[in-house]
C-alpha cells in the first residue's frame, strides 16, 4: 500500500512513518518543519520526504496525483493550546484549512484519510471517563480548530463518500516527544528539566490528572483503522487512551525529581480519562504499555 503522513517528521508522524515502512509499506512524508517544540525533525530515509505545508492544497493534490496513496493520516496541526492562544489565525488556517486541503486531496484520488484530533475536544462540561457521544466543549482555538477538521472529516464522508476515521489522542508520550520550550507537553518536558538538573515545573497544584497514551499505541490504532473492514468505523469518532490517568505530582514522584510550581493555565481540562471500548469494539485495539512501566525505564 502507498501511505501519505502529514506532519510525518514529528513525533508521532515519524514513529508512523518508521512502522509503515518496516511493514513494508511505500511511505510519502510531508512536513513544512513549523512545530515550535520540536528540537528536531525525523526522516526516514526510506521515505519520500517532501518539505511541503498542508495549507499548500495545490502542492498536496500533484503529490497525490503522482504518488496515488491508499492512505492519508493527517497528523499535521498547529497542536499546541498556548500557542493557539497567542496566534488563533495561525490555528484556523493549518488546522480547519489544512485538513480541508488534506480531505479535498484525498477525494481526487481516492485515499482513506486519519485524522488525528483532540481530547482537548471534551473540556470541563463532560464528567471522566470520557466517551465519543459527549457534547464537545471547546475552551481554546486549538480544540475549536480540531474539533472543526472532525466535522469536516466527518462531512467528507457523508457527502463525498471519503473514507475517514477520526482519532481523539489522549496525552502522547514517548521516543521524540517535544521537549522545546515552556509549552512543550509534560513527560518530555519533565525528563528534559530533570536530565539537566533542573526542578520540574509543576503548573497550578499539580493535581490536574491526565490520560497519558504511548505513541506506538497511538501509531497501532492508525495503522488498524487503515486496515479496518468494519463500516461503522467509518466517519466514525474514536478516543485514543488507556483508561487510567496520573496527576502530574504522580509524575514527578515517578522521575523521583525537586519540582517548583507555576501559575496555572487558561483554557485546560482539569481530568481526561478516557473510555476506549469503540476502539477495542471496531478497530480491534487496545494499549499495550503502561506509563509507569515507561516512567520507570527511564530512571
Not at 94 to 104: A, E, S
Not at 169 to 180: A, E, L, M, S
Request: with cysteine; aromatic share 10%.
Amino acid at each position: 500500500m502507498v501511505a501519505l503522513v502529514t506532519g510525518g517528521a514529528g513525533f508521532i508522524g515519524s514513529t508512523l512513518v518508521d512502522k509503515l515502512i518496516e511493514d513494508k509499506h511505500e511511505v510519502v512524508c510531508v512536513d513544512d518543519e513549523s512545530a515550535e517544540c520540536n528540537e528536531q525533525f525525523y526522516y526516514n530515509d526510506d521515505a519520500h520526504s517532501w518539505k511541503v505545508s498542508v495549507t499548500d492544497s495545490d502542492a498536496l493534490l500533484d503529490l497525490c496525483t503522482r504518488y496515488k496513496p491508499n492512505w492519508i493520516f493527517h497528523l499535521a496541526a498547529e497542536s499546541r493550546i498556548q500557542p493557539t492562544i497567542d496566534r488563533p489565525q495561525d490555528a484556523c488556517n493549518t488546522n480547519i484549512m489544512g485538513t480541508c486541503n488534506v480531505l479535498q486531496a484525498a477525494r481526487e484520488c481516492g485515499a482513506r484519510v486519519m485524522y488525528s484530533s483532540t481530547s482537548a475536544a471534551y473540556g470541563l462540561k463532560n464528567e471522566p471517563p470520557l466517551m465519543e457521544y459527549m457534547p464537545t466543549d471547546c475552551l481554546n482555538p486549538y480544540s475549536v480548530t480540531k474539533v472543526a477538521g472532525e466535522a469536516l472529516c466527518k462531512m467528507y464522508y457523508e457527502l463525498f463518500g471519503v473514507e475517514t476515521i477520526t482519532f481523539r489522542y489522549f496525552n502522547v508520550y514517548g521516543p521524540r516527544q517535544p521537549v522545546k520550550g515552556q509549552y512543550a507537553p509534560v513527560v518530555g518536558l519533565f525528563m528534559k528539566q530533570k536530565a539537566e538538573g533542573k526542578k520540574m515545573t509543576v503548573v497550578g497544584d499539580g493535581e490536574q490528572r491526565r490520560d497519558y497514551t504511548h505513541v506506538s499505541d497511538v501509531v497501532n490504532a492508525n495503522i488498524l483503522a487503515a486496515k479496518c473492514t468494519a463500516t461503522r468505523a467509518l466517519g466514525n469518532i474514536f478516543n485514543i487512551g488507556t483508561g487510567t490517568n496520573h496527576s502530574v505530582n504522580d509524575l514527578v514522584t515517578l522521575l523521583e525529581g525537586e519540582s517548583t510550581f507555576i501559575p496555572s493555565r487558561e483554557g485546560e481540562a482539569r481530568t481526561t480519562l478516557a473510555d476506549i471500548s469503540n476502539a477495542y469494539h471496531l478497530l480491534q485495539w487496545t494499549p499495550q504499555i503502561k506509563f509507569e512501566d515507561y516512567i520507570k525505564e527511564q530512571l
